[in-house]
């Protein structure tokens, strides 16, 4: 049966009827060719509605509700030209996921036909149950009644079936009160809470053709792929999207053979098909490769408006899972779904940038003389080292603290990279030494049919939670399951206070007749004076790097709710609600979301731990121990194998019996006293299951351990 099942798994990529375009046609034609985008809504309407909407799209306008039909027939006529029959308020719920309601098209007539209709008011505004979705407190049970409302900045889209189309319209979700139900709408409102701060900062440099200033963002996707045959006789993967079992096999990501190796032809086939999928949408997919782990890949997009690339985030996500069952194959977007390899991340590279073209965190030719890049980052340093705890918190979960500081995940202590020739000016610029610096030169690559290629004058560092990579800074603590919407929403926000901050430091010396350099230089100076101590270029796994976070006073939140304990102090509530991004009470509506969601993601893995130890694991190893004990032959090798099975079956009965009653424990009346007891008690006692079912893994034979290994899942590809 075992044999069979690894069998059948390697064949099951064999799959007739999958067709995938040929590069030329994604090239020429497929190309957001299910995308409603500026250029076809513009042709679709008349000048004087286009330029109402267009105010709206580019400037923040208001939407005016007398194009509102207008602008709704030309998108129904497009839709359904697409082969549309419904559409739905396509918005991003304190899941993390994206939900939607579908209605129909078709709109039933009193003489027995049918018409189709889509008017202003539905694309402007659905009504869908806000009960049931997480609200933190925002919203009771029976107060259902939710708003979700058409974000004319993101291009509505056709999402394809194997039976037909919906048309999706991306919109904010909100509550009968105005408060935000979603993550779309406070990443909208920080966008402008970063444009205001830019353009005054702007200002005082002479620039003044800008109108507009958004943050840019392209988020990479790691994630794993495995056998569906091994996913289904799997029960911790099916309901906690991890393994809670399973024994290190003797080759696991050691040899390094896998990263950027040739991808095999099973897996290439899903990539392709998915990317065909996610250039129709838009998606400008650029990059893909295996991933460190062996069966890890990774899938990166180049840069987009962020509240689009946030959009386009959570597609990438949908389209990787539906499309990976077409192969036989199971999408996996937790974080740490293999214990003792490589973990999944969602490394978010952010940066800001004008409506000219100029990107505010790219050294010009010379990063020393580029004073308005080194003024942008020094806000980020400020920004990163004043609210170290927020960007903790923002991607903190139970299932990303499983990879935070292991393998190649970042520490879960946030520091800078900035690497040698960044540092050294800054510091230079601290002693007053002046500003001469190395040069990047270029990298010989040690034989002369290799041309030699530019070089950055600081290496990468893969161990640094907030990297800066050249042209952007890379947050590589997103976890890989995550929506990106917070994250860059507490970017935005953070980093538009200390621009703040500085242009009021620099505008407040200018007036005292201070040169506008002198007063620049000073005002770096203090910067990095009093924040250089977030600046680490070393090995974020180190142990010493742990000693000296502490002694330079940096702040360690190890697990995810020791952080989200932090997010409603006091100067994080100053700080959303001077921006005008998330009230009080919205803020802690999503604290309560994040405990509440960690209490329940361990609470159904400390109990499915229990019920497959109990059902599974520990009958198929007393199986395997009476048919040792019934060898009627002399002989030391059954003796040890039965003595050893019996003490490791001791073992894992034993502390089956800790986790069951940690488990009939929740700590507490309220999700924060219970996400506590989870962390302290239930995640301990599941790892001592672990400890002795993994140990017991490597002694009963194959055909009495119920549960497919690391080495077939990993491997068989």
Not at 197 to 218: E, P, R
Not at 324 to 342: D, Q, S, T
Not at 372 to 385: G, N, Q, S, T, Y
Request: glycine letters at 6%; proline letters at 5%; one cysteine or more.
């Amino acid at each position: 049966m075992y044999e069979y099942e690894v069998t059948t798994a390697a064949r099951n990529w064999r799959l007739e009827g999958v067709k995938t375009p040929s590069p030329s046609d994604v090239v020429t034609d497929v190309f957001a060719s299910d995308v409603l985008t500026t250029e076809e809504l513009r042709q679709r309407l008349s000048k004087p509605v286009w330029r109402s909407l267009q105010a709206t799209m580019e400037r923040g306008a208001a939407v005016d509700p007398a194009i509102a039909d207008t602008v709704a027939l030309a998108m129904k006529t497009w839709a359904m030209e697409k082969g549309a029959t419904h559409y739905t308020h396509w918005f991003q719920p304190l899941t993390g996921l994206t939900a939607e309601k579908h209605e129909s098209f078709v709109m039933p007539t009193s003489d027995g036909t049918a018409i189709s209709q889509f008017s202003g008011k539905e694309l402007i505004q659905g009504e869908p149950d806000a009960s049931s979705f997480p609200s933190g407190g925002l919203r009771a049970t029976f107060e259902a009644r939710g708003y979700t409302a058409w974000d004319p900045t993101s291009p509505a889209f056709i999402m394809r079936h194997g039976n037909g189309a919906t048309l999706c319209i991306p919109t904010a979700f909100a509550s009968w009160t105005g408060e935000a139900l979603d993550h779309k709408t406070p990443l909208l409102r920080s966008m402008e809470t970063l444009h205001s701060a830019s353009m005054k900062a702007l200002g005082l440099f002479g620039i003044n053709d800008v109108t507009k200033v958004s943050s840019t963002v392209g988020a990479e996707q790691e994630y794993f792929l495995i056998d569906e045959e091994f996913f289904y006789r799997r029960p911790d993967l099916m309901l906690c999207g991890r393994t809670l079992f399973g024994a290190r096999p003797p080759r696991g990501q050691e040899l390094e053979d896998h990263y950027f190796g040739s991808i095999p032809e099973r897996i290439l086939t899903f990539m392709t098909d998915a990317e065909h999928q996610l250039y129709a949408l838009g998606i400008p997919i650029k990059t893909r490769h295996n991933e460190v782990a062996p069966g890890q890949y990774e899938v990166a997009p180049i840069f987009e408006q962020s509240n689009v690339a946030a959009d386009h985030q959570q597609l990438v996500m949908q389209v990787l899972r539906n499309t990976a069952r077409k192969y036989g194959l199971v999408c996996l977007l937790h974080e740490k779904p293999f214990a003792g390899i490589n973990g999944s991340g969602k490394h978010v590279n952010w940066s800001v940038a004008t409506d000219t073209g100029l990107n505010l965190l790219e050294p010009g030719d010379t990063p020393q003389t580029n004073m308005l890049f080194l003024f942008f980052c020094a806000a980020v340093i400020k920004a990163v080292d004043e609210h170290q705890d927020l960007l903790r918190t923002c991607v903190a979960s139970a299932s990303n603290d499983h990879r935070l500081g292991a393998n190649e995940a970042p520490p879960a202590i946030m520091s800078i990279f900035l690497g040698d020739e960044l540092t050294e000016i800054f510091e230079r610029i601290v002693s007053g030494k002046g500003t001469a610096s190395r040069k990047a030169g270029l990298l010989g690559l040690g034989s002369p049919v290799l041309p030699p290629l530019p070089r950055h004058a600081g290496d990468r560092n893969r161990t640094s939670p907030f990297a800066f990579t050249g042209n952007k800074f890379e947050f590589r603590a997103v976890g890989s399951s995550q929506s990106v919407s917070f994250p860059i929403t507490v970017l935005n926000v953070i980093v538009a206070e200390a621009i703040l901050d500085l242009a009021g430091k620099i505008e407040a010396k200018t007036k005292k007749k201070v040169a506008f350099d002198a007063a620049l230089v000073d005002v770096l100076k203090d910067v990095y004076s009093h924040h250089g101590r977030i600046v680490f270029n070393g090995d974020g796994y180190s142990s010493k790097w742990h000693k000296e976070a502490e002694k330079r006073g940096l702040l360690s939140l190890p697990t995810a709710v020791d952080a989200i304990e932090r997010l409603m102090d006091t100067k994080n509530t100053k700080l959303f609600s001077k921006a005008n991004v998330l009230t009080d009470r919205e803020l802690e509506a999503r604290q309560e979301v994040m405990f509440d969601q960690y209490f329940k993601t361990v609470n159904i893995e400390g109990e499915t731990t229990e019920w497959m130890a109990r059902t599974q694991i520990l009958p198929g190893a007393l199986s395997f121990l009476r048919e040792v004990s019934g060898i009627n032959i002399p002989s030391r090798a059954v003796d040890r194998t039965a003595s050893s099975l019996a003490t490791t079956i001791d073992s894992l009965s034993d502390a089956l019996e800790r986790l069951g009653a940690a488990n009939a424990e929740l700590g507490g009346d309220d999700v924060h006293a219970k996400s506590r007891h989870m962390r302290d008690n239930v995640l301990p006692a599941m790892n001592d299951v672990r400890v002795a079912a993994d140990a017991l893994e490597r002694i009963v034979a194959h055909d009495h351990w119920p549960l497919p290994g690391y080495r077939e899942m990993l491997f068989v590809k």
